[in-house]
């Protein structure tokens, strides 16, 4: 007698092929196509990876159970506040607005220094999903760094090398 058993396709197999086999076809925001979100997703892995702004309120209002001293009555406002302003980096997916975590200082309930100079450099050449990725490419100006990585230690590098990108994508 085998101990090959056919396939009997079951209700948790059948959830599987309609939930995760199949995409939509269409492209999705940002111009995107939806086999692409996993690799986008992968590419902020080691930076934080990528969180909502619903999740990033929550863990900023926990962090401020955690200390009193920060003064944060309204993490939903305040990280809206971020997107609407575009004070932050987010991507338009089918899952709503994604922000990449490396620009986040949670324990202080913050953006991370610098963010907002370098964004300034970029800001009407990149948007979306290409602004989001030029962080987590390496980028030949920093020697093949990060740039999200690279702000950690090097944040005048990092804005002049988006000051090159800036002046090479507008055509010098």
């Given at each position: 007698m085998s101990d090959v058993h056919p396939f009997t396709e079951t209700p948790a197999s059948t959830w599987f092929n309609d939930t995760v086999v199949q995409l939509p076809?269409?492209?999705?925001?940002d111009g995107v196509p939806p086999c692409h979100w996993m690799t986008t997703a992968a590419a902020f892995a080691d930076t934080g990876g990528l969180i909502s702004g619903d999740e990033l309120a929550t863990?900023?209002?926990?962090?401020?159970?955690l200390d009193t001293s920060l003064r944060v009555s309204e993490p939903v406002s305040l990280v809206a506040r971020w997107i609407v302003s575009r004070a932050v980096v987010s991507i338009d997916s089918p899952w709503g607005h994604l922000l990449p975590m490396f620009q986040f200082d949670l324990p202080?309930?913050?953006?991370?220094?610098?963010?907002?100079?370098?964004?300034?450099?970029?800001?009407?050449?990149?948007?979306?999903?290409?602004?989001a990725l030029?962080?987590?490419?390496?980028?030949?100006?920093?020697?093949?760094?990060?740039?999200?990585?690279?702000?950690?230690?090097t944040l005048q590098a990092v804005r002049h090398a988006a000051r090159a990108d800036r002046y090479v994508a507008l055509g010098g």
């Open positions: 076809a269409a492209p999705q925001p863990r900023i209002r926990e962090h401020c159970l202080r309930a913050s953006l991370q220094p610098g963010v907002a100079v370098v964004l300034a450099e970029l800001r009407g050449v990149l948007e979306g999903a290409e602004l030029w962080f987590v490419t390496p980028n030949e100006w920093l020697h093949g760094e990060r740039p999200a990585v690279a702000m950690q230690t």
